[in-house]
T-cell receptor
Framework: QQQVKQSPQSLIVQKGGISIINCAYE??????FPWYQQFPGKGPALLIAIRPDVSEKKEGRFTISFNKSAKQFSLHIMDSQPGDSATYFCAAPTTSGTYKYIFGTGTRLKVLA | GAVVSQHPSWVICKSGTSVKIECRSLDFQATTMFWYRQFPKQSLMLMAT?????????EQGVEKDKFLINHASLTLSTLTVTSAHPEDSSFYIC?????????FGPGTRLTVT
């Protein structure tokens, strides 16, 4: 069964520090890799996504790094803030070709003030 | 980003009754909508994929007669949990697809007593 391996499971970072979350995927039907941010009791919100015609995408304090040959991608949160404390999910397309995604197991980030 | 709504945000029902959850894409027409289930501190589990005007496609292990999905228009999909039991208590989240991008609703907390 197709899987997306996400690590670490939890992460504690000091305010102003860098948070790094990694994901590894298997074969996909197309190349589009999003990250979602979820607060308790809320639905996931699309945070940032990358198409692998580039190896990196940056939006504000959030950066995705992508390594197609290794089938890995990561989320970097620069200058982490207490408001960034949430659960982060990576996702990778399935092999079915119907815009379905497999989600990682999630990373619970806590940023200390 | 695109907005997806869900109604109700939470519902409590008695065992044996049915519950309907609505998912609407408010500012775009969604080619495909998805229904997920999420248990506490776990990842998103895809239940089914629905396309407007056609039968939903259910993931392996999901009972199609228990979780009825209707995709009446490009902006509305409904999930009906029939003959609900306490083990159906969960957080149900829909998403609407706009090409590669998938936007999630705020979720519905279902508690079956």
């Amino acid at each position: 069964q197709q899987q997306v391996k996400q690590s670490p499971q939890s992460l504690i970072v000091q305010k102003g520090g860098i948070s790094i979350i990694n994901c590894a995927y298997e074969n996909t039907a197309f190349d589009y890799f999003p990250w979602y941010q979820q607060f308790p009791g809320k639905g996931p919100a699309l945070l940032i996504a990358i198409r692998p015609d580039v190896s990196e995408k940056k939006e504000g304090r959030f950066t995705i790094s992508f390594n197609k040959s290794a089938k890995q991608f990561s989320l970097h949160i620069m200058d982490s803030q207490p408001g960034d404390s949430a659960t982060y999910f990576c996702a990778a397309p399935t092999t079915s070709g119907t815009y379905k995604y497999i989600f990682g197991t999630g990373t619970r980030l806590k940023v200390l003030a | 980003g695109a907005v997806v709504s869900q109604h109700p945000s939470w519902v409590i029902c008695k065992s044996g009754t049915s519950v309907k959850i609505e998912c609407r894409s408010l500012d775009f027409q969604a080619t495909t909508m998805f229904w997920y289930r999420q248990f506490p501190k776990q990842s998103l589990m895809l239940m089914a994929t629905s396309n407007e005007g056609s039968k939903a496609t259910y993931e392996q292990g999901v009972e199609k007669d228990k979780f009825l999905i209707n995709h009446a228009s490009l902006t509305l999909s409904t999930l009906t949990v029939t003959s609900a039991h306490p083990e159906d208590s969960s957080f149900y989240i829909c998403s609407a697809s706009w090409g590669y991008e998938q936007y999630f609703g705020p979720g519905t907390r279902l508690t079956v007593t």
